[in-house]
Structures are given as structure tokens and as C-alpha cells.
């Protein structure tokens, strides 16, 4: 399987606790992206990466949560601090900048609860 | 800014029936591009199509076709003879070229039941 994939698929913390996500990409694609999904509502933007750099943040990224691509492949998402707001579908995808048009391939989510 | 407009909230329709989703979008980009994406119960988020502003050409790809019409703002997305695996929450997503934007902004969704 080539796809996007996503570690862990479901987490259950307590408010409180710091909490980190994974995501691969397709292994060409140079751009990754982060979404956030709650109930009932389409997926929001949090922020993108062309290679390694973090090029757009969204306004929904509080200073308690951060975002790296150390290397330009796999991405991490930090949750600091996590309260119930938190809880939604954490959603990643990946796209190749051809120039002209690009799909973005989501992966399975992670899904998390905050008690 | 960007918008998109899914008004359907829950459509259900008995297999074999046709049924289309609106979509409606806002956006001062020339140059932009629309897309369909499915999510079934799994939550996996299917990519279905994308739509280039410049290409106003209707789309089929067997039970599904695509209208968008640029004079509405609309991409509708129409299903033929409609099956239970079309059961899903469909959503219609848009992204500007002209802002260098990449981010897709998104519908709130139409969930589809297709009854047996």
C-alpha cells in the first residue's frame, strides 16, 4: 500500500497531556498538509509543508500545537496542553507540485478524544 | 474570500435512483480548481475528481458526471442509478492558484443514505 498512512489511528488522553501524530505521504510527494475534522463539518486547514518547510499556518493553530517535517518525508503533529476542544479527526495529506494542478490524497485520520 | 456552499445536509434515496449534490463557491481567483471528495463511514477521505476554472467541460466516469458551470458558481455532482456502497458523506472542496493558496477549503458536506 503507496498511500498516506497515519499513526495512531485512534487516541484516547486525558486534558492535560501532550499528545503526538504521525504522518507518511506517498513517497514523491513533496507537499504535506494537515487538517482538522470535527462532527458534522468538512475538514479545516491547520498548515502545509513544502519539503521540509512549514510554509502556512492557519489561524486554528494555537500556540499549543506544533508541526515539523524534520526531513522532508514523515510529519509530526504536537498537541500540547490537549483540552476537550481538541477532539476531532486529525486528518493528513499529501500532494506533488506538478505546476499546474495537484490532488491532495488524504490518509485515514487519527482520531482523538480528550477526556 | 473562499466559501463553499453544500446546502443539502442529508439526502436519502432508494437504490437505483438518481440524485445530485450542490456545490456553490465563492472566490476572486481566476484561476482555481474544484474537487469531490467521498468519505465513507470509514473516514478515509476518497479523492473523486478535480476541476481546472479554465475547463468548463461536463465529466462522466461511469455512474458519476460532473456539471460546473462558472456562470453560478456551481459544480454539481450527479449520481446514476444510485447503489448502497454510494452511502457516504460527499464534500465539495475548493483551492486558488492566482493566491498561491494551497489549502482546500471545503463544504460541510452532503451525507447520502442509499436505502436497500
Known amino acids: 500500500d503507496t498511500g498516506v498512512s497515519q499513526d495512531p489511528r485512534h487516541k484516547i488522553t486525558k486534558r492535560g497531556q501532550n499528545v503526538t501524530f504521525r504522518c507518511d505521504p506517498i513517497s514523491e510527494h513533496n507537499r504535506l498538509y494537515w487538517y482538522r475534522q470535527t462532527l458534522g463539518q468538512g475538514p479545516e486547514f491547520l498548515t502545509y509543508?513544502?519539503?521540509?518547510?512549514?510554509?502556512?499556518k492557519s489561524r486554528l493553530l494555537s500556540d499549543r500545537f506544533s508541526a515539523e517535517r524534520p526531513k522532508g518525508s514523515f510529519s509530526t503533529l504536537e498537541i500540547q496542553r490537549t483540552e476537550q476542544g481538541d477532539s476531532a479527526m486529525y486528518l493528513c495529506?499529501?500532494?506533488?507540485?506538478?505546476?499546474?494542478?495537484?490532488?491532495?490524497?488524504f490518509g485515514p485520520g487519527t482520531r482523538l478524544l480528550v477526556l | 474570500a473562499q466559501k463553499v456552499t453544500q446546502a443539502q445536509t442529508e439526502i436519502s434515496v432508494v437504490e437505483k435512483e438518481d440524485v445530485t449534490l450542490d456545490c456553490v463557491y465563492e472566490t476572486r481567483d481566476t484561476t482555481y480548481y474544484l474537487f469531490w471528495y467521498k468519505q465513507p463511514p470509514s473516514g478515509e477521505l476518497v479523492f473523486l475528481i478535480r476541476r481546472n476554472s479554465f475547463d468548463e467541460q461536463n465529466e462522466i466516469s461511469g455512474r458519476y458526471s460532473w456539471n460546473f458551470q462558472k456562470s453560478t458558481s456551481s459544480f454539481n455532482f450527479t449520481i446514476t442509478a444510485s447503489q448502497v456502497v454510494d452511502s457516504a458523506v460527499y464534500f465539495c472542496?475548493?483551492?486558488?492558484?492566482?493566491?498561491?493558496?494551497?489549502?482546500?477549503?471545503f463544504g460541510s458536506g452532503t451525507r447520502l443514505q442509499v436505502q436497500p
Open positions: 472542496a475548493l483551492s486558488e492558484k492566482d493566491t498561491g493558496r494551497r489549502a482546500l477549503t
Open positions: 509543508f513544502q519539503n521540509e518547510a512549514q510554509l502556512e
Open positions: 495529506a499529501s500532494s506533488l507540485d506538478d505546476r499546474e494542478q495537484e490532488t491532495q490524497y
